[in-house]
């Protein structure tokens, strides 16, 4: 399909360990962003790309999180370390452009438990 | 303070009745605005963009107010298939920022 897709779709892993998502944007947009969701809560923001750049970071809750995105496209969030406070479903969204009123379209998550 | 603040339900309503969610932003210089629908274990979908003259979409309509910085959706003739969380979304230089959502139930 021509959403954004995220892999895995769930991932269970032990406290300590390192873990990557991915995130696949529709082709062409250049705007990228990661949210976390908690249950019960509406999408927090973590990171926004405008093309290869972190355009703004300010979100990400510290430095064991870091996203990149090297060619424009795909981007990947990195977690070092993980707690277990870092459960939550991850969502990736893109955008045609960072600004204006477009919309921003999400894909469906990756469910990340850290036991 | 929230960027975003919504009620977060649950709204319990029959088929057919009218209800409307409200929400309010903190930051004036908001740019634009969206209602969003989530289902379970779904991801977020746009349901509509709020512009200030309001706009309305089939049994759906969206209402901004800037100078009270309030956003509201009315849904009409309510169907079992509405039943899900809305979201409240505002963009702020380039970001999207997302109310915890209110949700509706539906019932037969």
């Known amino acids: 399909g021509a959403g954004v897709s995220q892999t895995p779709s769930n991932k269970v892993t032990e406290k300590g360990k390192y873990v990557e998502l991915r995130c696949d944007p529709i082709?062409?947009?250049?705007?990228l962003y990661w949210y976390r969701q908690s249950l019960g809560q509406g999408p927090e923001f973590l990171i926004y790309f405008q093309g290869t750049g972190a355009a703004d970071d300010s979100g990400l809750p510290n430095d064991r999180f870091f996203a990149v995105r090297p060619e424009g496209s795909v981007s990947t969030l990195k977690i070092q370390r993980t707690e277990r406070g870092d459960s939550a479903v991850y969502l990736c969204?893109?955008?045609?452009?960072?600004?204006?009123?477009?919309?921003?379209?999400f894909g469906q998550g990756t469910r990340l438990t850290v036991v | 303070r929230k960027e975003v603040e919504q009620d977060p339900g649950p709204f319990n309503v029959p088929e057919g009745a009218t209800v409307a969610f409200n929400c309010t932003y903190s930051n004036s210089a908001s740019q634009s605005f969206f209602w969003y629908r989530q289902d379970c274990r779904k991801e977020p979908k746009l349901l509509m963009s709020v512009y200030s003259s309001g706009n309305e979409d089939g049994r759906f309509t969206a209402q901004l107010n800037r100078a009270s910085q309030y956003i509201s959706l009315l849904i009409r003739d309510s169907k079992l298939s509405d039943s899900a969380t809305y979201l409240c979304v505002v963009m702020n230089f380039n970001k999207f920022y997302f109310g915890s959502g209110t949700k509706l139930n539906v019932k037969p």
């Open positions: 969204a893109s955008s045609p452009e960072g600004t204006g009123s477009t919309e921003a379209f």
């Open positions: 082709s062409g947009h250049t705007a």
